[in-house]
């Protein structure tokens, strides 16, 4: 059993109960508003400020966008990757020019926004988009589409046009670091489901894909310089039935897969169209019993090991030798070649020191090094991957774990374990990510009638609680609290096998997500968040996305069949 499962059995109480008073002045809000005509509005992440104007433009099949100048191809495609799920919906062409009634613009400081944000105007005439940068037009955009019928992007639109009705919208995210992840490891989903999962992302103006590609059960990414591990890592002989048991009980199905050098140009290519930055996962030194497998000197004790067929916490790790630090970083290097983003994740995660307490070269390194104990032999590692990583201009994240050792001078971190991670790494003048299982981790069941959902790695994490999270802990100064740079939520994927299961369980929790990450907390209201909801569940009906129901409460009315 996994440390992640162990917390996972933990009840959680949903946050919105800490925002006793916030939800008291919020209601008062709601009732003072009540007494005027509101304007309603279904856009999800709620924007910063929306004031409705008087009549409507009508899109038609012969609305011409006009993206910028010509001499701003970046907006041209941006326009044209917006548009062309329209284009059998409502035949919205786009056309470059002088002319047209959708204007997209780029003006830092026109818009009255900063970094990603927008103003986007509606009035009879047209509608213009002014971005402060390319990805404030682009969400720009993603807004508007949210005045059309859910089902505007799949044909399912009448003849004779779409009313929008006018509405000025200035828009801008709260946190820079808006991210969704992705376990490709434990079961492997192909690209044609990792581009529909960024595209589904890029619509609620989430902008970082954490891709966690290695692990224990499987090696997904191709490496020239070490061929074993896409010939033997990237496969496993069979997988854990259920939550596992002993004497082990498996399918007895070979299973595997990974990701050509090309297919992973093409999916950075596609999610940089989208604003979209990947951060990658190559886990060390522990969750690499799969690299093991294949190179059995990676380990301290050289004997030869199997590609794990049960979930959980294992011993095999990295011993931290020369040729591992050469294997590693002949890995990181291939690895930042595909990847442009300033980050990547080592994971630094669940990592036992059994085997590094065993080993004379470890105990010799410890003397050597002036390493007390064998913790610090994780600051080490992470200490002289990150050197790697910096003299390439890039930055190290790591999880929480990897502060337990002496944490390397510039590493960003993830704080999974709750948020005391964060909080200790902000204070020593870290950046951090917050993850926090018990708001964020959605391989949790969304019902507490675990009988009626699928079968999941255990907790309880319904839509009101990752919606009432809030990144920011109390306790933090603000010069602290500046240093939480975004939220993220983790799909680690041990007990989803198919797309639809992942869809299921990713949705509508991410939702929820993108409000936490993008909107002021004194936009949120969940009663709202529940009736905008209505509109996107049908337009994940159109697309054919597959999500998890609400019932009258909003948090239940579950399916065995995801
Ligand atoms: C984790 O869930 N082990 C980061």
Redesign the pocket.
């Known amino acids: 059993m996994?440390?992640?499962s162990l917390v996972a059995s933990e009840r959680v109480r949903p946050a919105t109960r800490r925002l006793g008073p916030l939800v008291t002045i919020l209601s008062v809000g709601v009732l003072m508003a009540a007494c005027q005509p509101e304007f309603e509005h279904s856009v999800v992440p709620q924007p910063a400020s929306v004031e409705a104007g008087s009549g409507a433009f009508t899109l038609t099949a012969d609305t011409r966008i006009v993206p910028g100048s010509p001499e701003d191809p970046l907006l041209r495609e941006l326009a044209e990757v917006w548009a062309a799920p329209f284009g059998d919906g409502i035949g919205l062409p786009v056309a470059v020019g002088a002319d047209g009634e959708i204007i997209l613009a780029l003006d830092p400081g026109a818009a009255g926004v900063g970094p990603e944000g927008y103003r986007l105007e509606v009035t009879r005439d047209g509608v213009t988009i002014v971005g402060a940068d390319h990805a404030g037009v682009f969400y720009g955009l993603q807004t508007l589409s949210q005045f059309m019928p859910p089902g505007a992007e799949t044909g399912a639109v009448a003849d004779g046009g779409v009313e929008i009705p006018a509405v000025t919208i200035v828009d801008e995210p709260r946190f820079s670091y808006r991210g969704m992840h992705l376990d490709v490891a434990r079961h492997f989903f192909g690209p044609d489901f990792v581009k529909r999962y960024i595209d589904v992302l890029a619509r609620y103006k989430i902008n970082r894909f954490h891709w966690h590609l290695t692990e224990d059960q499987g090696w997904r990414i191709e490496i020239d310089a070490y061929p074993r591990l896409t010939e033997v890592a990237a496969w496993r002989d069979q997988t854990q039935i259920g939550h596992g048991s002993e004497p082990f009980n498996g399918d007895g199905q070979r299973y595997g897969g990974y990701y050509t050098k090309d297919e992973i140009r093409d999916i950075v290519d596609y999610a940089e169209s989208r604003f979209v930055t990947i951060i990658p996962e190559i886990e060390m030194p522990g969750h690499a019993t799969a690299a093991i497998a294949a190179y059995p000197e990676l380990s301290c004790h050289g004997e030869p090991v199997e590609v794990a067929m049960t979930w959980g916490v294992f011993e095999d790790i990295y011993c931290p030798t020369e040729e591992t630090f050469e294997f590693l970083e002949t890995v990181l290097a291939e690895v930042i070649e595909l990847f442009p983003g300033e980050y990547v994740h080592i994971g630094g995660?669940?990592a036992p020191k059994t085997q590094w307490e065993e080993s004379g070269f470890v105990q010799d390194l410890m003397v050597r090094e002036g390493l007390r104990e064998v913790e610090q032999v994780q600051g080490y590692f992470i200490r002289r991957i990150e050197r790697f990583l910096n003299e390439r201009g890039r930055r190290l994240i790591g999880?929480d774990e990897i502060l337990e050792g002496g944490l390397a001078p510039n590493a960003t971190v993830m704080s999974?374990r709750g948020t005391l991670g964060g909080i200790e790494a902000s204070r020593m003048g870290h950046e951090v990510i917050m993850t926090p299982?018990s708001h964020l981790?959605f391989d949790y069941y969304q019902s507490e009638d675990r009988e009626d959902e699928p079968f999941a790695i255990g907790g309880f994490l319904p839509l009101d609680t990752v919606y009432g999270y809030e990144p920011i802990p109390g306790p933090l100064r603000d010069r602290d609290a500046a240093r939480i740079i975004g939220a993220q939520a983790?799909v680690?994927t041990e007990y989803m096998k198919t797309p639809e299961h992942v869809e299921y369980m990713l949705l509508p929790r991410m939702l929820a997500l993108s409000e936490v990450v993008w909107s002021a907390p004194e936009q949120k209201d969940y009663a709202d968040f529940l009736r905008r909801l209505g509109w996107h569940l049908d337009r994940f009906k159109a697309l054919g996305v597959n999500y998890r129901p609400l019932d009258e409460s909003g948090t239940a009315e579950p399916s065995n069949d995801p």
Do not use: G, S
Request: charged share 25%; aromatic share 46%.
């Open positions: 996994t440390t992640r995660d669940e999880w999974w299982y981790y983790n680690w």
